[in-house]
């Protein structure tokens, strides 16, 4: 399985965007970039994810390198509810049969947020 | 529409008692799936199941074991608790993409907590 890399911990002022970066030098063709965060004492809960293109939607926005090598998670103007661990994982389209719903979970990054 | 129920939160087990953890889901979601989550790690798959009657291994199943007689549910079982297994435990669900269709998003639910002593 390709593999991600994020750093360990990143701080943020409040109401400043926050850029949170992931490595996966070894992604296929047929890997998804997914991202979930899990709030202190809550399970993980899915953010974003896309293949090439950049994505939006109404928790963050996810950028793709061009050569699809690293990816970064972008929250455009952070609040305290956003102090949680991100999880950047990569998910094979095609995995054989039933395989490609299981998630790999890194150590991801905690984010702080100074208020 | 409660999404993934765990119960019970918190539990507190001596070694070698049993116990199954119960999860529930009420979103028609083939996939479902138990982590447990070790203090400062990420989530490890235990067991996954990909519809009613078909259940496999994920990275640490040993200790555990899991049944899905119907949708909704897909309880976890401790047969003899050790303190190896205090851990918070996950369960997740979500809709299965299929050999190659599009990926979906895993919902989970608030996790239990427990104790082996």
């Known amino acids: 399985d390709a593999k991600t890399t994020q750093p360990n911990s990143m701080e943020s002022n409040e109401e400043e965007p926050v850029h949170l970066p992931c490595n996966h030098s070894?992604?296929?063709?047929?890997?998804?970039i997914h991202w979930y965060r899990q709030l202190p004492s809550q399970g993980p809960e899915y953010v974003i994810h896309?293949?090439?293109s950049n994505v939006n939607n109404r928790m963050a926005s996810l950028a793709i390198a061009e050569d699809r090598k690293s990816s970064t998670l972008i929250l455009h103007r952070a609040t305290l509810r956003d102090a949680a661990v991100y999880y950047c994982i990569l998910r094979d389209v095609l995995v054989s049969n039933f395989g490609n719903e299981k998630l790999t979970f890194g150590t991801g990054t905690r984010l702080t947020i100074i208020p | 529409n409660a999404g993934v129920t765990q119960t019970p939160k918190f539990q507190v087990l001596k070694t070698g008692q049993s116990m199954t953890l119960q999860c529930a889901q009420d979103?028609?979601?083939?996939?479902m799936s138990w982590y447990r989550q070790d203090p400062g790690m990420g989530l490890r798959l235990i067991h996954y199941?990909?519809?009613?009657?078909?259940?496999d291994q994920g990275e640490v199943p040993n200790g555990y074991n899991v049944s899905r007689s119907t949708t909704e549910d897909f309880p976890l079982r401790l047969l003899s608790a050790a303190p190896s297994q205090t851990s918070v435990y996950f369960c997740?669900?979500?809709?299965?993409?299929?050999?190659?269709?599009?990926?979906?998003?895993?919902?989970f639910g608030q996790g239990t907590r427990l104790t082996v002593v």
């Open positions: 896309g293949l090439t």
């Open positions: 979103m028609n979601h083939e996939y």
């Open positions: 199941s990909v519809g009613a009657g078909i259940t």
């Open positions: 997740a669900s979500s809709l299965h993409s299929g050999p190659t269709g599009v990926n979906t998003e895993a919902f």
């Open positions: 070894t992604i296929s063709g047929t890997d998804y």
